[in-house]
């Protein structure tokens, strides 16, 4: 079992809906990442958040909007997607120090009609 | 940017075969390096990771890797695979100092029983 924990695990919505993914994690990391996969491809980077202040936001649509309330949740908040963003969303975490790995959530497997 | 490389991207190979997966980076800097394994449905789980000191790490599952400074290079290996070990690996780097997650694009192995 992962560490990290994500939900929901499975969403369909059509391309009007607004939702939003949630992850959290109870291992005092500062910092959290979101991260696109698309299927048989390597995690795709999305956003970084450290110390709960977005540092890293690697050119996102703005229809994805992310939000971290305090250091153990991250949110992603979703409005009128597009159905090539149909995907699995991973949330992971770790220490700041480089030299420590990201543990990974289960991901949400994200469907747009 | 730094890049990395795993080639032979589908293995198949039978049970009780050595693996060996490759793994190159183009970065000139310091680097931590890491595998990962996605198991079938299943989140991505550390396999092992190098900081500094002995350049051959061992991970979970009998998984070793080897750093080659001097060829840039982080290759993965089994000396007896289980149908068990049926996954995507992926190679990952970070530079020392940052928080960027780089993967190699992943080697999908299936083993025969």
């Known amino acids: 079992d992962t560490e990290v924990t994500q939900t929901p695990k499975h969403l369909v919505m059509g391309m009007t809906n607004k939702k939003s993914l949630k992850c959290e994690q109870h291992m005092g990391h500062r910092a959290m990442y979101w991260y696109k996969q698309k299927a048989k491809k390597p995690p795709e980077l999305m956003f970084v958040?450290?110390?709960?202040?977005?540092?890293i936001n690697e050119s996102v649509p703005s229809r994805f909007s992310p939000e971290c309330p305090n250091s153990s949740l991250l949110n992603l908040h979703l409005h009128a997607l597009q159905p090539e963003d149909s995907a699995l969303y991973l949330c992971?975490?770790?220490?700041?120090?480089?030299?420590?790995?990201?543990?990974f959530g289960d991901g949400t497997r994200l469907s747009i009609l | 940017a730094q890049s990395v490389s795993q080639h032979n991207h589908h293995v198949i190979l039978s049970e009780a075969a050595s693996l060996e997966l490759g793994c190159n980076y183009s970065?000139?800097?310091?680097?931590?390096l890491f595998w990962y394994v996605q198991y079938p449905g299943q989140h991505l789980q550390l396999l092992l990771k190098y900081f500094s000191g002995d350049p051959l790490v061992k991970g979970i599952k009998g998984f070793e890797a080897e750093f080659i400074k001097s060829k840039f290079s982080f290759n993965l290996r089994k000396p007896s695979v289980q149908w068990s070990d049926t996954a995507e690996y992926f190679c990952?780097?970070?530079?020392?100092?940052?928080?960027?997650?780089?993967f190699g694009k992943g080697n999908q192995v299936v083993v025969i029983p």
């Open positions: 992971a975490s770790s220490q700041l120090s480089g030299d420590q790995p990201q543990h």
């Open positions: 958040y450290s110390y709960e202040k977005l540092s």
């Open positions: 970065y000139g800097g310091t680097v931590n």
């Open positions: 990952a780097v970070i530079p020392l100092g940052n928080n960027r997650l780089a």
